[in-house]
């Protein structure tokens, strides 16, 4: 109970105390006691930096925010891992981002593991021939539009060439048969590339940039028609939203990238907006449509009922349409009933609760909405990768400086293509929206959105995770495969805001519901406090485990 009474700043303290002072010093700077939203307006949190060598972090690698991030959920590109078996058996569907197997068009490879399976042979004499087998095969064996190949470590450190296979194979599998044009590109996202996976999906966004979006300019019918970027249907969520935004009368022209079509990328320059959902995995291809095409974005979040509605209104209202924006309201209304259903039920039981979200670059901020509408507390929350901007947000501190990673135009030399720029609005209209308080870009970031006396940590590793639960004791945590069963056994639920364990959707109004049982589920089972360490019983067993 004693501990239990520690201030926010003496539980920093406490766990920064057990560092040697260099790495003490370096962490202090991405642990942040939220002193109050005035005082917090002038912080810095250091994020996306290097960890330090010798410490757990819960952090993947650049191949795998290329690979399974970003081109893992669509079905109909060959991903090819060029690299050790590992590599591609690892990012074969754990993330649990599903596909709509009933799609007409559906040519899905999802459910298959493509790789070079490299060998020490290929390490000493080069992989680039078996690559150039591996892409011959799966253009024997499938005919697909697209193959992608994806580097794994090894592949830059030996020196192959990708890029060189990649073309070389287009050409000749194009010359083939001239009936069927197959698109090949490759990623240079070694794992080592950047300090996590971040690097990965501004890897994959250019890339997709420049083979795929735009390449087949098609209008699909629909009067208001939408690219939702950033939503990667992680349990189905994509679904839900697709069935909400169906409802409205909105039409989905492409998803990045969840349950999406090689179509889909290649026609995405022809929506009046993109919604963003995960501004930190595809703020990059936003801002290159908006360049290239006059696209404006804004920021959405369907991950609670309230967001979703506000969501759904801001969609209405960009387009300005009383029909539409009368049918939104129609559809919050219906929706809600069994939102407001469920939570009269379950909230009595969960108010009050706490919980800490270590998640990701968009889930721990964007789950807090979620545990607001059950009446519980988020004490503690972090990103494994963000940049600053996902934690500060953006305009909310007018010179925020936007780290050099996140905005490559420049680098990607994007222009205006003045026959194809036609804003979907034009510039007057536009600034007529910003006047009436419209918000575009806008976001608040997850710094704002805390409670004073929380605690703000980036890119947590494994003994601040165990010193934090031993001395706040969450009644929930939130976090991923890794983290999920060391934080069991202390006691302490774990749900997996990653692949959602076997759980979801989370998103929109069902998700919201779906959501609330199960943590309503988690939050009281009786289970936990049953639990007891052998070191509690036997206290000389400390020394062994312990110390
Ligand atoms: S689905 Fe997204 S929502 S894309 Fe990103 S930042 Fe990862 S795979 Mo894990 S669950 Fe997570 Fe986010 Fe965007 Fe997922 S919070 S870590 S790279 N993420
Ligand atoms: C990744 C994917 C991951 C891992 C999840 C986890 C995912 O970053 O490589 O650690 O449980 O969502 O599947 O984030």
Redesign the pocket.
Known sequence: PTKKAMTPAEVKEEILKRYPTKVARKRDKQFLVHEGPEAMQTKDIQANVRTIPGIIT????TY??CK??ILGPTRDIVNITHGPIGCGF??WL???NQTDASAPDAANYMTYCFSTDMTEHDIVFGGMNKLRQAVQEAYDLFKPRAIAIFSTCPVGLIGDDVHAVAREMKEKLNAIDPNHKVNIFAFSCEGYKGVS?SAGHHIANNQIFTHVVGEEMKRPEGKYLINMLGEYN?GGDAFEIERILDKCGITLNSSFSGNSTYEQFARAGVADLNCVMCHRSINYVADMMETKWGIPWIKVNFIGAKSTAKSLRKIAQYFGDKQLIDRVEEVIAEEMKNVDATLADVKPRTTGKTAMLF??GSRAHHYQDLFKELGMRSIGAGY?FAHRDDYEGRRVIPDIKVDADSRNIEELHIEQDPANYNPRKTDEELKQLEAAGFEFKEYAGLIPDMDKDTLIIDDINSWETEKLIEIMKPDIFC??????YAVEKLGVPLK?L??YDMGGPYAGFKGAVNYYLEIDRLVNSKIWSYLEAPWDKEPELSATYVG
Do not use: D, L
């Open positions: 819960q952090r993947g690698c795998a925010g399974g991030v690892y990012s754990t993330r649990r996976q992680i998640v990701g494994e976090a991923g495969i890794k983290e999920k997996q990653h692949n």
